[in-house]
């Protein structure tokens, strides 16, 4: 009776996971098939599921655009702030990890309450500081925001994967004559890749979709990122469904090969940094 039970459970268990998963792929699922059809096709009620042809007119529209670059333009601000925000997190969360002074919690929880602060009340004040150094436009002052922005959360996971490290693998290092920057990125640093990978998996998505932070500092079209390139096909009383979706569905490409090529790390960083 109990394992007719726990099968009967396990069953339904399986069936509302599976209509959670099609509820949430529904809509990639429906652009992707709309980025094949035609503007009259998309608008035709009742709609196909299917398209009538593969059009691949809307994806050589996209790649004729200014988007190719600009897809560039936002790995490159990507790549930027992961090196930045992974070695400042790194280095902060070690150093917490392995310090217990006066004061240490209540500077990390107003290091953590910082992100509450909503990202619009600093837009002027930032757009102004970058006019002032001559660095609007540039890649490397959004950068600089997007470190900012992501190095809270980035050093409370980094200090959660050190803390899982026990600190007798850095007194034994000591005791063989490494210093403490030695044994940090001999011993330790090596044992938490995982939580690493994880953490520049999150801030690449963060970076690839924020678009406030770049549509008030990148005001041209060669420097702009996706998320901005994006909106150049949704303009007033004039917006190209077909190609939205053509681009949006090119946009997925970069996540996708990240996180497939990374997957099984950024599981166990999930996982790892959850012991805590």
């Not at 790549?79 to 919690?105: C, D, E, P, Q, V």
Request: proline fraction near 4%; include cysteine; charged fraction near 10%.
């Amino acid at each position: 009776m109990k394992t007719r039970h726990f099968r009967a459970a396990h069953s339904i268990q399986v069936i509302l996971k599976l209509l959670v998963a099609a509820v949430m792929l529904f809509p990639i699922l429906w652009s992707f098939l709309c980025s094949f059809k035609t503007e009259t096709e998309i608008f035709r009620f009742p709609p196909n599921f299917f398209p009538e042809s593969l059009n691949f007119e809307n994806y050589r529209n996209v790649w004729d655009s200014n988007l190719p670059l600009q897809m560039w333009n936002s790995v490159k601000i990507s790549l930027y702030t992961i090196a930045g925000t992974l070695l400042l997190s790194t280095l902060a969360g070690y150093g917490f990890s392995r310090s217990n002074w006066k004061g240490m919690n209540i500077l990390l929880y107003i290091l953590i309450g910082t992100q509450m602060i909503p990202g619009l009340s600093n837009v002027i004040t930032l757009y102004i500081t970058g006019n002032k150094l001559n660095a609007l436009n540039t890649h490397w002052y959004v950068a600089l925001i997007y470190i900012a922005s992501n190095a809270p959360t980035a050093v409370w996971l980094m200090k959660s994967y050190f803390s899982n490290i026990p600190r007798a693998l850095d007194e034994a290092a000591l005791v063989d004559g490494c210093t403490h920057v030695q044994a940090m990125f001999r011993i330790t640093l090596p044992l938490v890749r995982t939580g690493m990978v994880a953490c520049a998996i999150l801030i690449f998505v963060n970076c690839w979709n924020e678009f406030l932070i770049a549509m008030t500092m990148l005001g041209r079209t060669r420097v702009k990122t996706y998320s901005l390139g994006l909106r150049a096909f949704m303009v007033e009383n004039d917006i190209s469904w077909a190609n939205v979706c053509a681009a949006t569905m090119l946009g997925l490409v970069p996540m996708l090969v990240l996180f497939l090529s990374m997957q099984r790390s950024f599981l166990e960083g999930l996982t790892s940094g959850a012991v805590k």
